[in-house]
């Protein structure tokens, strides 16, 4: 069983920065892909942002290009998300997710999270 445990959510001033993690635990083969997802109750889900474990190529939604930046270092199992110059419409809960990917074609909107974390939250205040 996959279990994926994010950190880093918080609140910050417009313009400012934060850095989520997301520590992955369980897998025993090589065949998914990690991204980042986000919604708030009575909020429709936004896929935000994912990168192929395998070579490292990375998919983004319109909304967060130039801002975001998802990386993986592969030695710690870890996921991050950098995100600078956050905006009021920022404001979410964060999921880290993982999707079955066997074949590494799928990109950000192909997604479809087979495991997810239990959320953190970003605050972004005007």
């Known amino acids: 069983q996959v279990q994926l445990v994010e950190s880093g959510g918080g609140s910050v001033q417009a313009g400012g920065s934060l850095r989520l993690s997301c520590a992955a635990f369980g897998h025993t083969d090589n065949s998914y892909c990690m991204g980042w997802f986000r919604q708030v109750p009575g909020k429709e889900r936004e896929r935000v942002a994912h990168?192929?474990?395998?070579?490292?190529?990375?998919t983004y939604a319109d909304s967060v290009k130039g801002r975001f930046t998802i990386s993986q270092d592969n030695a710690k199992n870890t996921l991050y998300l950098q995100m600078n110059s956050l905006q009021p419409e920022d404001t979410d809960v964060y999921y880290c997710?993982?999707?079955?990917?066997?074949?590494?074609?799928?990109?950000?909107?192909?997604?479809?999270?087979?495991?997810w974390g239990r959320g953190t939250q970003v605050a972004v205040c005007s």
């Open positions: 997710v993982e999707a079955w990917d066997p074949w590494r074609w799928v990109q950000l909107d192909a997604m479809i999270p087979r495991y």
């Open positions: 990168i192929n474990t395998d070579s490292g190529a990375t």
